[in-house]
């Protein structure tokens, strides 16, 4: 499996060729080890200094001008936001001071997530998708392939020019307010198929080959072919996660084609402990619907929903009857 996806999500990975000898990570788990030289991007507090954003470790003293503050682990592999929170006074920092924490300046804007393909330290290549917010740090939905405003990217360019310039491979950068709050060496896993069927190939020969041969984005946009996506987030009780991932294949082509949507992917592997699944306070992230229909992706979020209740409730129902319910 030289495409290193969770097993849940094979549907958007298994029908690309890959190389044997060619490994692509989508998990930062798996992309630390591979990249020694440039593992020190998973270090937030490095990369907000970097920037010149006020921060520190915890147990240093902020200043009380920048109140509210955020915290955050310094390093968090698992993503989703694990124990991340804002605090408000000098006071509520000192109290909940957390080992292996950071605080920083409390950034406002816009959060894009950015994944970049890079050569030799050149980006060559940038698609930008814009978090909604949900309840208690969850994303309610991301609008996938948005224009930003040019300093945004122009910004990141230059950071990964100036400070990852003998890296090749995929970047995801996440920014808010035009500042970078995190690093990862791979792209997002979550919506390839958004992107187009030139994607995944082209990040094997990037890999493989060391070379693009995806679009440039200045093809992109004098052809204005980039359309935009969207990825509609699940969050609910961990308990839906285990029932969602007894749904056989079947049943989630069923769902896409009622819905006219790309792919529903679950994100729990039954072969993983649930505790050991990062979740943010407003729940588990159950399952992901990607299309180009906000609407329709939306309603599939519903149903899926209501489905994976029945079957919690040890009824025997099938998907039409959860879309009659």
């Known amino acids: 499996m030289p495409i290193l996806f969770n097993p849940p999500s094979r549907r958007l990975f298994e029908s690309t060729d890959c190389p044997a000898e060619c490994i692509i990570p989508t998990a930062d788990r798996d992309a630390y080890p591979m990249n020694p030289k440039f593992r020190w991007v998973y270090n937030k507090l490095m990369v907000a200094e970097l920037q010149g954003i006020d921060c520190g470790p915890h147990w240093t003293q902020p200043d009380n001008a920048i109140f509210p503050i955020f915290s955050k682990p310094i390093f968090n592999l698992g993503s989703m936001g694990a124990e991340a929170r804002a ?15 950071m605080w920083s300046a409390l950034l406002v804007g816009e959060h894009y997530s950015t994944d970049i393909a890079v050569l030799a330290g050149k980006p060559v290549w940038f698609s930008h998708a814009r978090g909604t917010p949900g309840p208690q740090q969850t994303f309610d939905y991301w609008e996938v392939n948005v224009s930003v405003d040019p300093s945004v990217q122009a910004y990141i360019a230059t950071f990964v020019k100036t400070h990852l310039a003998e890296y090749t491979g995929m970047l995801n950068m996440e920014t808010i307010g035009g500042k970078i709050i995190e690093i990862h060496l791979r792209f997002s896993p979550q919506w390839p198929d958004l992107y187009g069927s030139w994607f995944l190939p082209s990040i094997v020969d990037l890999y493989s080959g060391k070379r693009w041969t995806g679009p440039s984005n200045m093809e992109i946009y004098q052809t204005k072919k980039t359309r935009v996506g ?3 987030v699940l969050f609910d009780e961990e308990k839906y996660a285990s029932v969602g991932a007894t749904l056989p294949d079947s049943a989630l082509r069923q769902l896409e084609t009622m819905f006219s949507v790309e792919s529903i992917t679950l ?4 072969k993983m402990p649930l505790e050991t699944y990062p979740r943010p306070p407003g729940g588990f992230r159950v399952a992901w619907i990607n299309g180009f229909d906000l609407a329709q992706c939306e309603l599939a979020r519903e149903v899926l929903r209501n489905y994976l209740h029945l079957l919690f409730e040890k009824k025997d129902v099938s998907l039409d009857q959860a879309v009659c319910n």
């Open 87 to 101: 605090i408000a006074t000098m006071d509520d920092y000192w109290c909940s001071v957390t080992p292996g924490h």
């Open 230 to 232: 969207y990825s509609v």
């Open 267 to 270: 994100w729990y592997n039954p």
